[in-house]
């Protein structure tokens, strides 16, 4: 039998059983979406009380991962990173032990290509060909998670991509980018260029405010000219306000751009920009700065400046 002939329901009417793990602050809107969509979506985070809003909008709890696979046969993990997906699978509870049937996993990461493959190839042997995987890391923040208008980077063969289709699409907009790891690459190319621009804006924050610019028909003009972006547009408001209340903190950053320049070096591209910004957020968690969202640049770069008297 085919691997993707029985990604189906219980009704067998073509639609997946989904199921999520890991409801932060991308994860619970994800899987909000899904719900909208599919009905009913099976739950698990490892703080039981984030899952109390879905619950009461119909979604099904699951008392552990094991418990969260023997239902479901597309499973969205939106966790930080290949360890903490390492920690789901493993164990009498883990996913693993509640394999029976043909499951497709989503990683949603931002994650090692390598990793990726890796973890895929030792999940075929271990589960007896029963577990596929793909790479859909997301981009378009919390507002695009909110929204359902996430662009999906996906890497992964042909046919897992388009079991896992329906429930990418009830999320946003899946992008089909090659093989196993292509999402994490253009994760990576993604990551470069919103990390150049949220410098590029604190630095022209506290220049333009230092020159005694109003800053919000600063922002508001540079967002109609080639200076606009959709970084501009979803953070303008935090950069003129100093609101730094996380909605992507600045910290996962480092661990983006450090996955950035491993592929750089496998491809062998000289990546100036790259390594620059690497060593800036690098810096600016160490100062403290970390924890915050990713417009905390401004922040972080008015306290350099400070030490210049």
Not at 29 to 48: C, D, E, K, Q, Y
Not at 207 to 235: H, I, K, P, W
Request: with cysteine; hydrophobic share 45%; proline share 5%.
């Amino acid at each position: 039998m085919d691997h993707m002939s029985r990604q189906s329901g219980p009704a067998d009417d073509g639609t997946p059983t989904a199921g999520v793990i890991g409801l932060g602050v991308m994860g619970a809107p994800m899987a909000r979406n899904l719900l909208g969509t599919f009905g009913n979506v099976t739950i698990w985070h490892r703080s039981p009380e984030r899952a109390g809003h879905l619950l009461g909008e119909g979604a099904t709890w699951a008392p552990s991962p094991r418990a969260l696979a023997e239902r479901c046969r597309v499973i969205v993990l939106m966790l930080p990173d290949l360890p903490e997906v390492a920690e789901v699978l493993r164990g009498a509870d883990g996913l693993l032990a509640g394999v029976s049937e043909p499951t497709l996993l989503v990683i949603s990461s931002t994650s090692s290509a390598a990793g990726i493959r890796e973890l895929a190839e030792r999940l075929l042997v271990e589960s007896d060909g029963l577990v596929h995987l793909i790479d859909a890391p997301v981009t378009g923040g919390e507002e695009g998670a909110i929204a359902g208008t996430l662009s999906i980077l996906v890497g992964g063969a042909d046919e897992d991509v388009r079991a896992a289709r329906p429930v990418l699409e009830a999320m946003g907009n899946p992008f089909h980018l090659g093989p196993l790891g292509s999402g994490a690459i253009a994760k990576f190319c993604n990551q470069l260029i919103v990390a150049a621009t949220v410098t590029a804006l604190g630095e022209a924050a506290v220049l333009g405010e230092r020159s005694g610019l109003d800053l919000a028909v600063l922002f508001e003009a540079l967002g109609g000219g080639y200076a606009g972006s959709r970084v501009l547009e979803t953070r303008a408001r935090r950069f003129v306000e100093g609101d730094y209340h996380p909605s992507g903190a600045a910290k996962y950053m480092v661990k983006d751009l450090g996955f950035a320049l491993e592929e750089a070096g496998r491809v062998r591209l000289d990546a100036p920009q790259l390594a620059m910004l690497s060593e800036f957020f690098r810096d600016l968690s160490a100062r403290g700065f970390g924890d915050q969202d990713i417009s905390v640049t401004r922040a972080y770069i008015e306290s350099r400046s400070a030490q210049l008297g």
